[in-house]
């Protein structure tokens, strides 16, 4: 069946291509771009389970003893992909292009072809399917680093995704995990863990998260709720959404309100960029002496605002969403780890909003589940210092060969030393 819509889709395109020329039509042009996409995620489908149809060009001379009469040859070098010509500099720059730089892969085709290089699109998207299989254990063992018990930041954003048949999209989702406990003096790495979901529905963070015990810091969404009432979760909400809100009404039209709770939320984070990088305990003292106070305050200056305004206001519906989540709102007092925000979080989706401005939409889930899958490798290298492009080289170089039972020596902060001293 796959086979089968990959050919339709092939002359599906092609016939389109023939109407589009001479003429401009943004919906012919948009329609190209969907159909172009889902063919990669199909043959990137193919190419994680079958790997690579294409022989590798490779000369190993033979040799004969007279002596003993044998003939010996060489061991033909590792390939990230059994049976393929690519090597890990052209595999890591290929994906970097797509998953980094959000270029899909009819694009990167061309940009060759203006090279005088013949990359077909439907080669490259096997070698990207072949790729997410390769690091497939690679990415289980970054997960289970980022959920391990202590503090996580979560958030997601919006995946516009094609449906099969019918040409219309459908809004999955890309839920980011991120460890990150550097603004406290931490020494551990930081990492990020990127999953996809067809839809918003709470059993995904919830099954994420089956077995994180520690900080949660999210969001309002009414799905990560099971993961507090358990027992294991403890809530930390984030104040940029709060002030967000204000922000936005202040803009529109400055009033008294807004103007001085941007003012109190301000002095929130002048405390925190004092104390940023600091120990925990020292974090937590300086909270409780000065920013608990001003968050009382606070508490009892909103509250006292609701009685002035209209109850079906803008700025009314700003103060309860502060109001309804504020014990969330005030856990970072408490414990020095927790962040005032989660901006931790919501960073580490900046790539992932960049490229579905860039190419609108995947081609399937499974090309969300891939994607997913490279935003963990490649975030987590940039959060490390690390080169994305230099650390999937490396990657790709020996994962083929390597101990399953060491995958851990691969994870970015273990190669990062090494990488610097090469780029040096």
Request: proline share 4%.
């Amino acid at each position: 069946m796959r086979t089968l819509e990959i050919e339709q889709l092939k002359l599906q395109i092609a016939n389109l291509r023939r109407m589009q020329f001479g003429r401009k039509s943004e919906k012919l042009d948009r329609k190209i771009e969907q159909l172009e996409t889902r063919l990669e995620d199909l043959i990137a489908e193919d190419g994680a389970t079958e790997q690579t149809e294409t022989a590798p060009a490779l000369t190993r001379r033979k040799k004969a003893c007279a002596c003993c009469d044998r003939i010996v040859q060489a061991p033909a070098p590792s390939r990230p992909i059994e049976r393929g010509i690519a090597g890990p500099g052209l595999l890591a720059q290929i994906l970097v292009a797509k998953f980094a730089d959000h270029q899909p892969l009819y694009r990167q085709s061309a940009i060759y072809a203006r090279d005088g290089v013949e990359l077909d699109r439907s080669t490259m998207a096997r070698w990207v399917g072949a790729c997410g299989a390769l690091v497939r254990p690679l990415v289980e063992t970054l997960q289970r680093y980022v959920l391990m018990p202590g503090k996580v930041h979560s958030d997601d954003t919006t995946m516009p995704v094609l449906a099969p048949g019918n040409g219309q999209t459908k809004t999955g989702r890309m839920w980011v995990y991120v460890r990150d406990d550097t603004r406290s003096g931490s020494a551990a790495a930081p990492a990020a863990w990127f999953a996809y979901t067809p839809n918003r529905q709470g059993i995904h963070p919830q099954t994420h998260l089956a077995n994180f015990s520690g900080v949660l810091q999210a969001d309002a969404y009414a799905g990560y709720d099971k993961v507090f009432t358990d027992g294991n979760g403890r809530e930390a909400a984030c104040m940029a959404p709060a002030r967000r809100k204000i922000h936005d009404l202040h803009v529109r039209r400055a009033t008294v309100t807004t103007t001085e709770a941007l003012r109190r939320i301000g002095q929130l984070y002048a405390i925190e960029e004092q104390i940023r990088g600091q120990p925990p305990d020292w974090r937590k003292r300086i909270r409780q002496e000065q920013s608990r106070p001003l968050l009382d305050d606070f508490e009892v200056w909103l509250r006292i605002r609701l009685l002035t305004l209209s109850t079906q206001s803008d700025t009314t519906k700003a103060i309860n969403y502060m109001l309804n989540q504020w014990q969330a709102l005030v856990y970072y007092c408490g414990d020095g780890i927790a962040e005032i925000d989660n901006n931790i979080a919501e960073n580490a989706l900046r790539g992932v909003a960049l490229g579905r401005k860039n190419f609108m939409f995947l081609g399937s889930d499974s090309g969300g589940e891939r994607a997913a899958a490279m935003y963990s490798l490649i975030v987590s290298a940039k959060l490390n210092g690390i080169d994305p492009k230099a650390y999937l080289r490396h990657v790709l170089t020996h994962i083929a060969d390597h101990q399953i039972n060491r995958i851990t020596d691969l994870l970015p902060w273990n190669i990062a030393s090494k990488l610097k001293r090469q780029a040096d």
